[in-house]
């Protein structure tokens, strides 16, 4: 029976927490276990929250962040003191400049020991208090059901992101007095005044070369359909933010509005729509750094900026500002009677520029020792599943998912906009654990793939299915780039040296495989996919390749 199913017992505050939570509808909690909140864990014992025990607190959090962006219900992590929480920050850190909600639980010294050097002992806001949207201290039991129930709504209003609850842990195992839960309070999704539609329609009827950027969270399949088939009517364009690909479909009967997406790997013909548009509509996300390539590029164009808070992180001009839930604006958009006149010409260049880019050309020439990874790509495209998610976290190998693979429904996209090495299998292990019925594959550099690759025993352990593919080029392939580009026959810093990974992943259960040859990966995928584990291909790639072709 869970805590919420027992009114007649009253909490602990450990107890009252977890109750909390399933009242919120939070199916599963990742974390490294910590003396600070025993009682936490004490409660999840009989509850229907499934515990997730990971082996680093940064897959724990990276796994909470994914789960934040696939279901937009609040990722949970549990870690504990100074170094667990130490080792969680890079989550909160890419669940704030990412949007994404997410929830951190750190375990504490007690309360009559704070300021006296105690073991592990750290200033909780002091660390977090710049890239959270909150930090809060529970510091009275009886308010557990009600801190939980604020960070969940914090988390998710507005423009989403991590709140951080410290929890000290004689606090914890304090009694309560109650067994009460409190109501979930909901998050607020404001209508859309109808003079601000009325004006945005206006502008798009005046413009003709209208641009609409999409991003951010809260996409459905619903709103992003609608918005790509009412764009493709209107011959508008539509680009995406960095790693914001899944907010709209790509392909529409094989002729949509889609047109690519902007940031780094960005397409020449995408920063010039960027650069040419007469009017821009960012929906929900700003433009910001990676966007207009370094506060360079569309910064005058008229602009109409769409997001659930306020203008964080923008740049460039704002002729109208509405502070609304893109997607739901986007529906109430399409429903608006307007006749644009657009440039045709104009969209049509971009949608065949576009197809160009985006169609895979493998090498010509084939190499016997290597991994073709376009040609990988131009498989993939074939055997994966129309909903299939999608994982990588940073580096050069993410060129090739970002380019080659497509995406026809919202949640099929976990990848860190911020830039955080490390996130692609974690990801993988929670989409696996939250959509069991999806197929879902990672690509990970060599170095992105070792810093939380241990994260494959947590898969093994909780049976989450993935294939990864480990691009292995035996280098910091970014950042060699940067330094060949920098200081030319200079390398230093950058080596890699790799193990055997398709062993390497045997060791812990899971399916191992090299690859040398893209010729040989159809069979060798479709072993691993067949194989029901987590599943790890070892593609061994040419130290010298860099990036796709060029196909602009």
Same mark, same amino acid.
Not at 206 to 232: D, F, H, M, N, Y
Not at 333 to 342: C, H, R
């Given at each position: 029976?869970?805590?919420?199913?027992?009114?007649?017992?009253?909490?602990?505050?450990?107890?009252?927490?977890?109750?909390?939570? &399933?009242?919120?509808?939070?199916?599963?909690?990742?974390?490294?276990?910590?003396?600070?909140?025993?009682?936490?864990?004490?409660?999840?014992?009989?509850?229907?929250?499934?515990?997730?025990?990971?082996?680093?607190?940064?897959?724990?959090?990276?796994?909470?962040?994914? @789960?934040?962006?696939?279901?937009?219900?609040?990722?949970?992590?549990?870690?504990?003191?100074?170094?667990?929480?130490?080792?969680?920050?890079?989550?909160?850190?890419?669940?704030?400049?990412?949007?994404?909600?997410?929830?951190?639980?750190?375990?504490?010294?007690?309360?009559?020991?704070?300021?006296?050097?105690?073991?592990?002992?750290?200033?909780?806001?002091?660390?977090?208090?710049?890239?959270?949207?909150?930090?809060?201290?529970?510091?009275?039991?009886?308010?557990?059901?009600?801190?939980?129930? &604020?960070?969940?709504?914090?988390?998710?209003?507005?423009?989403?992101?991590?709140?951080?609850?410290?929890?000290?842990?004689?606090?914890?195992?304090?009694?309560?007095?109650?067994?009460?839960?409190?109501?979930?309070?909901?998050?607020?999704?404001?209508?859309?005044?109808?003079?601000?539609?009325?004006?945005?329609?206006?502008?798009? @009827?005046?413009?003709?070369?209208?641009?609409?950027?999409?991003?951010?969270?809260?996409?459905?399949?619903?709103?992003?359909?609608?918005?790509?088939?009412?764009?493709?009517?209107?011959?508008?364009?539509?680009?995406?933010?960095?790693?914001?690909?899944?907010?709209?479909?790509?392909?529409?009967?094989?002729?949509?509005?889609?047109?690519?997406?902007?940031?780094?790997?960005?397409?020449?013909? =995408?920063?010039?729509?960027?650069?040419?548009?007469?009017?821009?509509?960012?929906?929900?996300?700003?433009?910001?750094?990676?966007?207009?390539?370094?506060?360079?590029?569309?910064?005058?164009?008229?602009?109409?900026?769409?997001?659930?808070?306020?203008?964080?992180?923008?740049?460039?001009?704002?002729?109208?500002?509405?502070?609304?839930?893109?997607?739901?604006?986007?529906?109430?958009?399409?429903?608006?009677?307007?006749?644009?006149?657009?440039?045709?010409?104009?969209?049509?260049?971009?949608?065949?520029?576009?197809?160009?880019?985006?169609?895979?050309?493998?090498?010509?020439?084939?190499?016997?020792?290597?991994?073709?990874?376009?040609?990988?790509?131009?498989?993939?495209?074939?055997?994966?599943?129309?909903?299939?998610?999608?994982?990588?976290?940073?580096?050069?190998?993410?060129?090739?998912?970002?380019?080659?693979?497509?995406?026809?429904?919202?949640?099929?996209?976990?990848?860190?906009?911020?830039?955080?090495?490390?996130?692609?299998?974690?990801?993988?292990?929670?989409?696996?654990?939250?959509?069991?019925?999806? @197929?879902?594959?990672?690509?990970?550099?060599?170095?992105?793939?070792?810093?939380?690759?241990?994260?494959?025993?947590?898969?093994?352990?909780?049976?989450?299915?993935?294939?990864?593919?480990?691009?292995?080029?035996?280098?910091?392939?970014?950042?060699?780039?940067?330094? &060949?580009?920098?200081?030319?026959?200079?390398?230093?810093?950058?080596?890699?040296?790799?193990?055997?990974? =398709?062993?390497?992943?045997?060791?812990?259960?899971?399916?191992? @495989?090299?690859?040398?040859?893209?010729?040989?990966?159809?069979?060798?995928?479709?072993?691993?996919?067949?194989?029901?584990?987590?599943?790890?291909?070892?593609?061994?790639?040419?130290?010298?390749?860099?990036?796709?072709?060029?196909?602009?």
């Amino acid at each position: 029976m869970s805590n919420a199913e027992s009114p007649e017992r009253p909490l602990s505050a450990g107890h009252l927490i977890v109750a909390q939570l &399933e009242r919120e509808g939070i199916q599963r909690v990742y974390g490294v276990p910590g003396e600070s909140f025993l009682d936490v864990l004490d409660g999840l014992h009989d509850s229907p929250i499934s515990t997730v025990v990971t082996r680093h607190e940064g897959g724990a959090g990276f796994m909470a962040l994914a @789960e934040g962006r696939l279901t937009g219900l609040p990722g949970v992590a549990m870690v504990t003191r100074g170094p667990g929480a130490a080792n969680a920050f890079i989550a909160v850190h890419t669940a704030y400049q990412d949007a994404t909600p997410m929830i951190l639980f750190v375990g504490l010294i007690p309360v009559a020991d704070r300021g006296r050097e105690a073991f592990q002992e750290f200033d909780l806001s002091g660390w977090f208090g710049s890239t959270a949207k909150k930090v809060v201290m529970l510091d009275d039991p009886a308010a557990a059901s009600r801190v939980v129930a &604020e960070s969940v709504h914090t988390a998710c209003s507005g423009r989403p992101g991590p709140v951080v609850i410290g929890l000290p842990e004689d606090v914890l195992t304090q009694p309560t007095g109650t067994s009460r839960t409190v109501q979930p309070l909901e998050v607020p999704r404001p209508r859309v005044a109808e003079a601000d539609v009325k004006e945005l329609v206006h502008r798009l @009827e005046r413009a003709k070369r209208p641009l609409v950027v999409v991003g951010g969270e809260g996409w459905t399949a619903e709103s992003g359909q609608e918005l790509i088939r009412w764009t493709t009517d209107h011959s508008i364009p539509v680009l995406a933010d960095f790693r914001a690909y899944d907010a709209v479909p790509h392909d529409l009967e094989g002729a949509g509005s889609f047109v690519g997406s902007l940031g780094y790997g960005r397409s020449d013909h =995408a920063a010039r729509l960027l650069d040419e548009a007469d009017l821009t509509v960012l929906l929900g996300t700003p433009r910001g750094d990676v966007l207009s390539d370094g506060y360079t590029r569309g910064l005058d164009s008229e602009t109409v900026l769409v997001l659930p808070g306020d203008a964080r992180g923008h740049c460039g001009r704002i002729d109208q500002f509405i502070a609304a839930h893109a997607p739901s604006l986007a529906l109430d958009l399409v429903t608006t009677p307007t006749a644009p006149d657009a440039d045709v010409a104009w969209f049509k260049a971009a949608r065949v520029a576009h197809d160009r880019f985006r169609t895979p050309v493998p090498e010509s020439a084939a190499d016997s020792a290597h991994v073709d990874l376009t040609a990988v790509m131009a498989v993939l495209r074939e055997e994966l599943a129309p909903d299939a998610v999608i994982t990588y976290g940073a580096g050069n190998h993410a060129l090739w998912p970002a380019r080659y693979l497509s995406h026809g429904s919202p949640a099929s996209l976990i990848a860190p906009r911020n830039g955080a090495m490390g996130m692609g299998i974690p990801a993988a292990v929670a989409a696996a654990l939250t959509f069991p019925e999806r @197929e879902v594959v990672s690509v990970a550099g060599d170095g992105c793939f070792l810093m939380n690759g241990q994260e494959t025993a947590t898969a093994v352990g909780y049976g989450a299915a993935f294939v990864a593919l480990v691009v292995d080029n035996g280098c910091y392939a970014t950042i060699r780039e940067h330094q &060949e580009n920098a200081y030319p026959d200079r390398p230093s810093g950058t080596h890699l040296t790799n193990p055997d990974f =398709a062993a390497w992943a045997r060791s812990y259960g899971a399916y191992g @495989e090299t690859v040398r040859s893209a010729d040989d990966f159809r069979e060798a995928y479709r072993r691993a996919r067949a194989s029901g584990l987590p599943a790890v291909l070892h593609l061994v790639q040419d130290p010298a390749v860099r990036a796709p072709g060029s196909a602009d």
